[in-house]
């Protein structure tokens, strides 16, 4: 999501005479878009506000110019006060639903008297009426978010007080710029949303939609080829989103559904509302209707009070679920969530233990799920080059990243068909099937 944030947050200050910059150094104006998910994305925002001050700020006030730092993002959010003064010299702090307002805020910095400003309100006029979208620069595969914040309260997350409530966009806002994406060559489209499946909006039949009902609308686009969305929650899937995956040949078999933990009594304390057999009926069902779907999801290790019996009935959900590949992380304790009260914390080396535990096991299941693919053919999305010579990089339906070569120069935001011929951890490579001009 801080990807798409970025992208609107560039689009919304060309207008106002501001492009691009490849070499940070040379920038009249800094955005830092930042993530307060787990303690070490806080760091990260500390040690490169650091690094522009040193390398961009004080250099370039060394030879008499100025530039305008900003801080975006969810640690802007949370730590804003905090932010200005641990780095004085960031001339504007500014939250992820009032970026809108940054060419404002920008006009207002006035070098002369160092003004600072702080704007982290959560508006009621949504940020979205007043972004748009550059068709100028797009990819062919582009993000659209659709649904922001989340009211689930999980007890170890920042989300709903750094993003806020749930907020579902119109179907009208959503299918207009999903049309300016398609015009603009995107042939995939992700949906974003904290919480994308708890997305609902009321439709021109007077129902209240669901995002089965919203992607069977998005899949009648003509040049819409791909459509995906993250991340979900296991209680918000409802039968039609499961009905749409079996349905709907543009929605891609992938599914992110993250569990954070295989035991009952950790799952409580989490606030996750579902229990881990719960978890495990619904991805049953999922695959009812759509055996080849490709499961992923995130992991907690090292919740407060996670005991050896705990981690092991993590260790058997994985073995049960058979992901195609999951995140997993070291619980952090984050400020202001429930969590960081909870005592009886797990020893850091039983943590780091666990987690390479968890961490081996769904990479060896990530590097199965990705054998079975040899031989086979795949409907590949051209992403961009590879690093080597005549190579490309593409999508697979399963989100796996492929690897393959041809001589042609103009594959890019193409459709091929490619024969998987290896598989890797991270990445599988192949051959386009036919030779057709490529
Ligand atoms: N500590 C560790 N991981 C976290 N996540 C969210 N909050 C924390 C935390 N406090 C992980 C969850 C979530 C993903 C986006 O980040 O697994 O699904
Ligand atoms: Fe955070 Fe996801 Fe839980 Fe919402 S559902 S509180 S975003 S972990």
Redesign the pocket.
């Known amino acids: 999501m801080n990807f798409y944030d970025s992208e609107r947050i560039s689009d919304l200050l060309k207008p106002h005479g501001y492009q691009l910059e490849n070499n940070d150094e040379d920038a009249d104006l800094i955005v830092l878009n930042t993530c307060h998910i787990r303690e070490k994305a806080v760091e990260k925002t500390y040690s490169e506000l650091g690094r522009i001050r040193d390398k961009i700020k004080l250099r370039k006030e060394k030879t008499g110019k100025k530039s305008i730092v900003a801080v975006a993002g969810c640690v802007a959010q949370a730590q804003g006060k905090e932010i200005m003064k641990r780095s004085p010299w960031v001339d504007i702090v500014v939250g992820p639903q009032s970026y809108q307002n940054l060419p404002e805020l920008i006009s207002k910095v006035d070098p002369i008297n160092n003004n600072k400003h702080i704007n982290i309100e959560f508006p009621t006029i949504p940020k979205f009426d007043h972004l748009d979208i550059d068709i100028n620069k797009r990819n062919s595969s582009a993000f659209l978010t659709i649904q922001e914040g989340?009211d689930?309260?999980?007890t170890f997350?920042v989300?709903?007080y750094t993003r806020g409530a749930e907020y579902s966009r119109p179907i009208t806002a959503i299918l207009e710029e999903a049309n300016k994406l398609v015009e603009a060559g995107a042939k995939e489209i992700t949906l974003l949303g904290?919480?994308v499946n708890a997305w609902n909006a009321v439709g021109k039949d007077k129902k209240t939609w669901g995002l089965g009902r919203l992607i069977q609308e998005l899949s009648k686009i003509k040049e819409l080829k791909f459509i995906r969305y993250t991340t979900s929650?296991p209680l918000d899937i409802d039968i039609e989103l499961i009905e749409t995956h079996r349905d709907i040949a543009k929605l891609m078999p992938y599914l992110h559904l993250p569990v954070q933990s295989g035991s009952d009594k950790i799952l409580k304390m989490m606030n996750r509302k579902h229990t881990a057999k719960e978890y495990i009926k619904v991805i049953e069902k999922v695959r009812d209707y759509n055996p080849q779907i490709a499961i992923s999801g995130d992991f907690i290790i090292g919740f407060p009070g996670e005991t050896d019996k705990d981690h092991k009935a993590t260790l058997d959900l994985i073995r049960e679920i058979n992901y195609s590949q999951a995140y997993s992380f070291k619980y952090s304790p984050r400020p202001g969530t429930p969590a960081v009260v909870f005592f009886d914390h797990v020893d850091k080396h039983i943590k780091t233990e666990r987690l390479h535990e968890v961490q081996d096991l769904l990479r060896s299941q990530q590097m199965q799920f990705n054998k079975k693919f040899i031989n086979s053919t795949l409907n590949v999305l051209v992403l961009k080059y590879g690093k080597k010579n005549k190579q490309y990089l593409g999508r697979t339906p399963f989100n796996q990243s492929i690897y393959f070569r041809s001589n042609s120069n103009n594959l890019i935001g193409s459709t091929v068909d490619i024969t998987v011929t290896d598989a890797f951890q991270n990445s599988l490579t192949g051959i386009i099937k036919s030779n057709k001009n490529i």
């Open positions: 989340c689930k309260f999980c997350c989300v709903p904290q919480n929650h």
